[in-house]
């Protein structure tokens, strides 16, 4: 089998990228794939099946989406949310109307006025504001033949927004974890937070979470590593919660062997997000391979990390003081730190293998691309079977034969 | 207890899973219980004719029969478990392996294309379906149930059962080795053919039938084993036994087989085993020079292996007796007592 492999690619700083230069060697091992060049909007030649990696970066995605929308395929979906690939293919492209009609089509006329809103600059844009609310998946789902998800969160969302094909739950693979030496930032319990510094990682949750924590423990140092949203002031931000910098380390966007060094050093990773996109960390994921224990939002594919591996903080009125009690716990108690970065070492070998989940996709295409074709095969033959003693198309007998067969899954 | 054994036939074919399933009908008629045996007929190509001959089962009431509710389904092996029941309980021969550990090699039915490679995904999805459906799951051998741990995530309980009825017993430790097997190419009955051809004092003796017996007559010819190779095609029991009571031991060396009674069986005649590192459930009973030998499955390793038993024939029968130890322990009364809990 031969696909077609529409994705971001190395350089591009994308964690899709990232996640198709991990999982492409080990899928070559099994089917063939073509790489399809940026750009490009139609599926090379000979080939079987399009995949398409969807993700709500439009620079990114749009142009996977547009060759998506020429060719259904199967759709590997990184985020539910896909307001902002929307926008991006809309608005951005001066076309007004497009977003307009999405936003009715799935919101009603309440979208439609609101989309008006956003494009006569009345209230701010729902791709930065209220993204979650209003997420315009069908834009992509209505073009998959099938889809691949990393949580059960997006696959039941997807079926909430009326998706009826298949739907594959694959784990996210996991890096090996290189061979470096460990940065360490501080004496005490390092605390790293890697990736976008911005409100929805709850960073100012996080300082002030911190500072508490290190009334107790004075030697905890919070390291944030990542480059900063634009709009989002941390020194602004600890001056406004009355925070001094003590104990805070921070380094901007780093490269990949920095990245890990740094990970390897921190005692406990925290990755908090709200809302959530339903998309996956690779920050997380990464700290599983390192075999590091984790605080996470109760949210989303975050949600599904087993309890021995993750705390997870609900974002509600308590999220602080939860968080708090966490990094308490964690901070103080060398002997949970280390069962649950073992637990983590175990998931990431057993469940995020490159090598099982390449396995998984292989499964997934495999049944996708010649699966229609073999159900109709499948029902012909029954059907005709069926007719030669009688049994006709709306009896209660073909009723009951085309019952038994998607008992168990034909047809 | 009224019970069908389900199993399914292919038209003109007698091997190992027909025998387990006619005695087991008996062995269950013998404890008191009220059981028959439902079979249908399988034919597994061209194309998805594998899933609409599975989907017959499918379609079978197996709930009452004139009138009188069936207790329980013991399904046997692909695709008698596709049946519907509220008490199914599976004893698993085997799944349809061309969909598993054989895709991809010279045994395997599945080609490259996207429905070929889709018929064999639906297989798998079949048995994730009825297999987990079962109320009780059990595997003939550990081999059958780390398969299905492997492609389904269900967890099957080992429940070996024990080989056909025959006279067993051991007459002395003769001049010859012994092959029982249906002659297909994954009982890798060549094997022994070039051993033999490489050692000129080795005598096998080559009881079966199957697609692969001309080829393998013919090796034999031109490898010159005239008067040194026989093949006994299809006998009775009663030879069967005679032949297992003379040998010096018993070759048995599939691919990855899913258990195998042929190692019981010679164990029942105190006759050792030699089998391959590769052979799958054969190795859950014999263990290198203990109950037999396991080498690789390389003529010149054969070869010297049943050189040495042919030259230690008091460390035969010792490993002969140890493995008569262990099958006796396989009974139909611990068998049918799991079975039925």
Not at chain 2, 287 to 314: F, K, Q
Request: charged residues 25%; proline residues 5%.
């Amino acid at each position: 089998m031969n696909v077609a492999y529409f994705s971001p690619m190395p350089p591009e700083q994308s964690g899709i990228a990232d996640y198709s230069a991990l999982l492409l060697p080990a899928l070559r091992e099994r089917i063939d794939v073509t790489v399809v060049r940026r750009g490009k909007k139609t599926a090379p030649r000979g080939t079987d099946l399009a995949l398409y990696h969807v993700g709500n970066n439009p620079d990114a995605h749009a142009w996977i989406v547009d060759a998506l929308r020429k060719r259904p395929g199967v759709v590997v979906l990184h985020d539910f949310v896909l307001h902002h690939l929307v926008a991006g293919m809309t608005v951005g492209r001066r076309d007004g109307h497009g977003y307009l009609d999405l936003m009715e089509r799935e919101h009603g006329v309440v979208g439609r006025l609101l989309a008006h809103g956003v494009l006569d600059k009345r209230i701010p844009p729902l791709w930065e504001s209220r993204p979650a609310d209003f997420p315009l998946p069908t834009f992509v789902l209505e073009h998959a033949t099938a889809l691949i998800v990393h949580s059960r969160y997006v696959r039941d969302h997807a079926r909430a927004a009326g998706f009826a094909g298949p739907i594959a739950v694959v784990p996210h693979p996991a890096w090996h974890a290189p061979d470096v030496a460990p940065a360490r930032v501080g004496s005490g319990t390092i605390v790293g937070c890697f990736g976008v510094v911005n409100a929805s990682k709850r960073i100012p949750e996080l300082l002030r979470a911190t500072a508490v924590v290190r009334r107790e423990h004075p030697d905890l140092t919070l390291l944030l590593v990542g480059s900063t949203s634009p709009g989002f002031d941390l020194e602004r931000r600890l001056q406004r919660l009355g925070l001094d910098d003590a104990g805070l380390v921070r380094e901007g966007w780093v490269d990949e062997s920095r990245l890990w060094a740094l990970m390897a050093g921190s005692d406990v990773l925290v990755n908090l997000r709200h809302p959530t996109m339903g998309e996956t960390s690779g920050s997380v994921v990464r700290g599983l391979s390192l075999g590091k224990p984790v605080v996470v939002s109760d949210v989303g594919w975050f949600s599904e990390l087993p309890g021995d591996v993750a705390l997870k903080v609900p974002p509600d009125d308590d999220e602080v003081a939860t968080l708090t009690a966490a990094l308490e716990l964690l901070a103080g108690r060398a002997d949970v730190r280390e069962v649950m970065g073992a637990r983590a070492a175990e998931l990431a070998e057993r469940d995020h293998d490159v090598e099982h989940v390449a396995d998984l996709y292989v499964a997934a295409l495999e049944t996708v691309a010649g699966g229609a074709a073999v159900d109709d095969a499948v029902l012909n033959d029954v059907s005709a079977a069926a007719a030669d003693v009688g049994i006709s198309a709306e009896t209660a007998e073909a009723r009951e034969i085309a019952r038994r067969l998607a008992e168990v899954e034909l047809g | 207890m009224k019970i069908a054994v389900c199993r399914p036939q292919v038209p003109f074919a007698r091997g190992g899973a027909e025998i387990f399933t006619d005695r087991l009908v008996d062995e269950l008629r013998a404890r008191g219980h009220d059981a028959d045996l439902v079979s249908v007929p399988f034919k597994w190509y061209p194309g998805t004719r594998v899933l609409t001959q599975a989907f017959l089962w499918r379609m079978l009431d197996l709930e009452e029969a004139d009138g009188q509710r069936i207790d329980l389904v013991v399904a046997t092996k692909f695709p008698s478990y596709v049946v519907r029941h509220p008490e199914k309980r599976v004893w698993l021969v085997h799944q349809f392996r061309q969909a598993y550990e054989l895709d991809g090699t010279e045994l395997g039915q599945f080609g490259d294309s996207p429905d070929d490679r889709a018929i064999r995904r639906k297989v798998q999805a079949l048995d994730r379906v009825a297999l987990g459906e079962a109320s009780r799951l059990f595997a003939i051998s550990q081999n059958v149930a780390n398969r299905v741990e492997a492609s389904t995530g269900l967890t099957a309980e080992v429940l070996p059962h024990p080989p056909q009825a025959l006279e067993y017993r051991c007459e002395n430790y003769g001049d010859f080795v012994l092959s029982v097997n249906r002659l297909d190419r994954a009982k890798r009955i060549d094997l022994l053919i070039e051993a033999a051809a490489s050692d000129g004092s080795l005598e096998i003796v080559i009881a079966g039938d199957g697609p692969d017996r001309e080829r393998l007559e013919r090796l034999a010819r031109e490898r010159g084993l005239n008067g040194r190779a026989r093949f006994t095609g299809r006998i009775g029991e009663s030879e069967l036994a005679d032949l297992y009571a003379r040998c010096l031991a018993v070759y048995y060396a599939p691919v990855d087989e899913d258990y195998g009674m042929v190692p019981l069986e010679a164990f029942l005649s105190e006759k050792p085993v030699l089998t391959t590192t590769d052979a799958g459930g054969p190795l859950e009973v014999v263990s290198d020079g203990s109950t037999g030998l396991v080498v690789t499955p390389d003529v010149a390793e054969i070869a010297r292996a049943l050189g040495w038993l042919r030259e230690h024939r008091d460390e035969a029968a010792t490993y002969g007796r140890a493995g008569k130890a262990i099958a006796t322990e396989v009974t139909w009364d611990r068998a049918i007592g799991r079975l039925l809990a």
